[in-house]
Every structure is written in C-alpha cells, then in structure tokens.
C-alpha cells in the first residue's frame, strides 16, 4: 500500500478468543467442571455472607432464578460488571467501552467462520456513570437505535478504510457494538481478597484490556494466591484510592488513546439528536 510501511514479526501472535473459551470449558467440563448457564440460572444477581466483622464471609452466590449456590471460596471475573456485585471495585477500577488501538483504528483478519472482519476506531473511551460515580456497562438495552456507534467514531473507520482497504470503504457495517472492559490506571490487575470478606471471596479486576492475553497463566496467579493466603505482589494487591476524586478520569492521558473521555448519556443523547434530524428532513 502506497505511503505505509511495516515489518514482519515472527514472534508476533493471534488467539480467537471465542475459540480460546470454548476449548478451555471443553476441557473444564471433562475434568468434572460443572457450568450454570443462561440468563435466570447462569445470572449472578447477589453474592452471600455469613457473619459480621472478622467472622464475616462470603459463602456463595444467588442467580437469577432465585437460587442460593453456596461455596467455600467465590471468585468475582466479571470484568466491566465487577462493581455490581463489589461496589467497592468501582473506586479503583473504571467500565469502559471502546468502539480502539492505534492512530486512527485497526482491525482484525476475517474470521474462517463468518468471513467478517472487525474494525476498531482509536479514542480515549466511553464511561457509563451513575449518580455515585460508579462505572458499569448498560444492565439493561439502550434506547432505540440501538445498532449504532458515534458519527465520529465511524468517520474514523471509513477513513481507515480508504486508506488501507480502499475497495471497501464504503461497504456497510454488517454489525456495530460497543465493547465493555475493566478500565484501570495503572494497568494492572487486582488479584486479591476482598477485604472484610475473611479470605473467602477473590477478585479478579482492573486489566485495562489485557486480561485475553494473560488467559494461559491467569489460573496459576489465583491458585498461588489462595495457597499462600496473602498478595504479595504490591500492584496486585485491593486498591484503596477512590477514582471519583479529581484524578479519577485518567482515561484521555493515557500516552496511546486519542481524545477526550466521554459519558455513555452524552453520545446516546448526541445519536438521538441526529436520528430525530434525520426523520424530520
């Protein structure tokens, strides 16, 4: 391509990720792993305790059906939904959604399955804030269009386009979504025992997007973790910094995103002004 240029890395590497999953719970599920699926049974809605003070711990989950599991040790993986059961992750650790990676975007080679490629346009990101300042994905569906990403956002992919692929820059989009993770400062996780919960309850948080890519070693962390009863890593260990302070939108600074980090109700209301401006032409 004319005016680019690059180089070929042969120790660089490429996981499907919804292929990684599903062979990790094929192998799972034949080593005796039992998974509870679907949105009533497979829904995490509550997490249990028993006790007060030092005695106090977490003893198991209730779903979405109403089912109490109860269990020696609960780990919490969910990434961008982790305040909604631990509302004390929302201090340290930020739900943003990317519509993302360098310059103007990149994107990935076409799936053998679908044949579809997807895009990803760069920016400082999307937060979805409620009234204490806690960031979560929509629990619920986005007011109608809801098949949508930002105006600017999709510029930034058409121009990606011409520029690289010119011969579909103006095909549609098959598909358009936001993409929800776990946002963090610092980079680094939060491997440790929530505090208050008496070594009984284990999060996993705060990977800034790279949580994929640890998936192969991720387990063996949390295993040593529970044998040795302490973090002693220092920058894995339960953050006490509160992100609503005036040094919690570390988004736009970070040196690779482009930008200016916005609200999720900000871009809704700005696409909902343009959809009315279209019906009224």
Not at 6 to 22: D, E
Not at 110 to 138: E, Q, V
Not at 162 to 180: G, N, Y
Request: with cysteine; hydrophobic share 35%; net charge positive.
């Amino acid at each position: 391509m004319t005016g680019f240029k690059g180089y070929f890395n042969r120790l660089a590497g490429y996981g499907h990720s919804s292929n990684a999953l599903k062979g990790v719970a094929e192998y799972l599920a034949s080593q005796g792993v039992r998974f509870l699926l679907g949105e009533q049974k497979g829904k995490v809605t509550e997490l249990l305790y028993r006790g007060n003070g030092k005695t106090r711990r977490c003893v198991g989950v209730r779903t979405a059906d109403g089912k109490a599991h109860q269990a020696a040790k609960v780990i919490c993986a969910l990434g961008a939904y982790g305040a909604s059961l631990i509302p004390d992750l929302g201090k340290f650790a930020v739900a943003r959604c990317f519509v993302n990676v360098r310059d103007l975007g990149f994107f990935f080679e076409p799936d053998p399955a679908t044949r579809l490629f997807k895009l990803c346009p760069l920016r400082a990101g999307y937060s979805n804030s409620g009234k204490d300042g806690t960031s979560l994905p929509p629990l619920d569906r986005l007011p109608p269009p809801q098949d949508f990403i930002p105006k600017e956002d999709e510029e930034k992919l058409r121009r990606l386009l011409r520029e690289t692929l010119p011969w579909t820059a103006d095909r549609p989009f098959v598909d358009k979504k936001m993409c929800w993770f776990s946002d963090s400062k610092d980079s680094e996780y939060c491997i440790d025992f929530v505090p208050g919960t008496n070594q009984s309850l284990v999060v996993l948080s705060g990977d800034s997007g790279h949580g994929f890519k640890m998936m192969p070693v991720l387990g063996k962390w949390v295993v040593d973790l529970l044998h040795k009863g302490r973090q002693e890593r220092d920058l894995w260990k339960w953050r006490s910094e509160d992100v609503a302070s005036p040094q919690r939108d570390w988004g736009s600074s970070v040196s690779w995103r482009i930008g200016e980090a916005k609200e999720l109700s900000d871009v809704i209301r700005e696409h909902q002004a343009q959809f009315r401006a279209r019906l009224s032409r």
